[in-house]
Every structure is written in C-alpha cells, then in structure tokens.
C-alpha cells in the first residue's frame, strides 16, 4: 500500500505560483510512476502531468505545459508539481496518484491516491 499526502494549496492571485507536495509513505516511489490530476466543479477529473519513476521523464497537459514542472524526489519519496503564471481556470482540487506504469493519462488505472488540496487562482 501506498499512502499519499498532497499539501502546498492555496489562494493565490493570478499570475501567481505555487508549490504542491505529494508526499508517500508506506511503499517507495521510486518504481511507481507519479501524476497530477485536478478536479474543477461540474467537470471530470483531468490529467494535469505525469513523471516517471526515475523521474527522467515527464508529460504534461497542453493547458500547462510551459508553465507547470513535474518534480521527483526519490530519497524523499516526494513529488512537486511547480506551478508558475496561474490562471483562474485552474482553480480545482488537485491529486496526486502512484502507479507503476508510467505515461497513464487517465484517471482509471490509479491505484493509490491522495486526499487532494485546493487551488484557487483569484483574477
């Protein structure tokens, strides 16, 4: 079992940036692939980035790429997701999620999730 604990939410203003933690217990995440979804009212959950279990390689969403990084720290057994130049369209809960197959982009094959935390990007 994998336990995951997102944090780093928060009310920012637009253009603004924030830092989202997913932090692991239980299991290693250094053979379990890493992704981010968010989800905004009234809409289904959506793929935001993925990182592989080396952390070599990553994958984002075109609605953030450019302004999102997808980081991996082993040793800490934590994930970042680095969110620069906000928009209030991405005003959602954000989750992190573990899988051991990398470059999943759908919520469905995720075995171990976190709570979620909130982001609220103010105009």
């Known amino acids: 079992q994998v336990q995951l604990v997102e944090s780093g939410g928060g009310l920012v203003q637009a253009g603004g940036s924030l830092r989202l933690s997913c932090a692991a217990s239980g299991r290693t995440l250094s053979r379990y692939a890493m992704a981010w979804f968010l989800h905004a009212p009234g809409h289904e959950r959506e793929f935001v980035a993925v990182?592989?279990?080396?952390?070599?390689?990553?994958y984002y969403a075109d609605s953030v790429n450019g302004r999102f990084t997808n980081s991996k720290d082993n040793a800490k057994n934590t994930v970042y997701l680095q969110m620069n130049s906000l928009k209030p369209e991405d005003t959602a809960v954000y989750y992190c999620?573990?899988?051991?197959?990398?470059?999943?982009?759908?919520?469905?094959?995720?075995?171990?999730w976190g709570q979620g935390t909130q982001v609220t990007v103010s105009s």
């Open positions: 999620a573990a899988d051991s197959n990398y470059g999943v982009i759908v919520p469905a094959p995720y075995d171990y």
């Open positions: 990182i592989s279990w080396t952390g070599s390689h990553t």
